[in-house]
C-alpha cells in the first residue's frame, strides 16, 4: 500500500502526514524511513515483517516522487508498484509543496491526499508586482495569520525563486502554457537585482527566526520587506 501526502500547502499536509503516523504507532505499528534505493529490501522481507517486539512495520519516506526521477529508476519504480498493491505492506510518503499533477508516483498510490493552497494566496502571488505594493500589501494582511504566516512564507519563497529562473528562460517542468505566460510577463515587470535582493533577504528571514535574532514576526518582516521593493 503506498500512501501519498501532497500538495501546495506543505504545512498542512505535513501536519496530517506526522498525525497519520502517530495514529499508526498508537495501532502497535513501529515506522522505518527508507529511501527509493531500499525498495528491493522492502519487497523482500514481505508484508509479515515485525520488530524484535513482534510489533509491525510502516515505513515513511520524503520526496520519493524526486527521488524516482532520476535516471536508471525504472527498475524501483516496478518494485514501488508491486508493493502497492499489497494492503499489509504500508509505505507513506510525503512531497514537499508538489501538486498530485505533478506526482509521477501518483498513479501507483493506493491512498493521496493532496493539501491545496487556498486561491486567495495566488491571488496574492498574482499581485507581487513593484508596482502594486497597495494591492500585494492589503492582501496580505488579509490573508495572513500566525497560524499561516510560514506557510505564506514558504509559498513567496517558492513564487519569487520561479520568477528568478523564468527571467533566465527556465520554467518548472510539467508547466502549463498559460502558466508560462503569467511568469514571464510578472519576471518581466521586476529588475533582476531588485527580485535577487528580494530573495537574498527572504532567506536571511529564515536565520534571522531560527537565531531568535529578528524583533519582528514573520509578516511584520516580510510587510516591512514588500513597502521597500515594492512601490
Known amino acids: 500500500m503506498l500512501i501519498i501526502y501532497c500538495g501546495e500547502d506543505s504545512a498542512r499536509s505535513r501536519l496530517e502526514y506526522q498525525n497519520l503516523l502517530a495514529d ?9 524511513s527508507i529511501k527509493a534505493s531500499e525498495m528491493k529490501n522492502v519487497l523482500l522481507q514481505g508484508s509479515e515483517v515485525h520488530t524484535l517486539f513482534d510489533q509491525q512495520l510502516i515505513y515513511t519516506t520524503d520526496n520519493l516522487n524526486k527521488q524516482l526521477g532520476r535516471k536508471g529508476q525504472d527498475k524501483t519504480i516496478d518494485l514501488l508498484a ?5 494492503e ?12 498530485q499533477r505533478e506526482l509521477k508516483i501518483a498513479t501507483l498510490a493506493t491512498k ?8 486567495n494566496i495566488f491571488q496574492l502571488l498574482d499581485a507581487f508586482l513593484p508596482t502594486k505594493r497597495k494591492a500585494f500589501l492589503d492582501l496580505f494582511a488579509s490573508l495572513t495569520s500566525p497560524q499561516n504566516e510560514m506557510f505564506i512564507y514558504i509559498m513567496l519563497i517558492r513564487h519569487v525563486r520561479k520568477l528568478m529562473l523564468a527571467q533566465e528562460g527556465v520554467f518548472p517542468a510539467r508547466v502549463l502554457p498559460w502558466q508560462r505566460g503569467k511568469l514571464e510577463q510578472q519576471a518581466k515587470a521586476w529588475k533582476q537585482e ?23 514576526t514573520l509578516s511584520e518582516s516580510i510587510d516591512i520587506l514588500s513597502c521597500y521593493y515594492l512601490k
Open 24 to 32: 499508526y504507532k498508537k495501532k502497535g505499528y513501529v515506522s522505518e
Open 82 to 86: 508491486e508493493i502497492a498493491k499489497d
Open 88 to 99: 499489509k505492506q504500508i509505505i507513506i510518503d510525503w512531497e514537499d509543496g508538489s501538486s
Open 112 to 119: 493521496i491526499k493532496e493539501f491545496k493552497a487556498d486561491k
Open 194 to 216: 531588485d527580485l535577487m535582493n528580494f530573495y537574498q533577504k527572504l532567506l536571511h528571514l529564515e536565520i534571522l527566526l531560527k537565531t531568535g535574532k529578528n524583533p519582528y
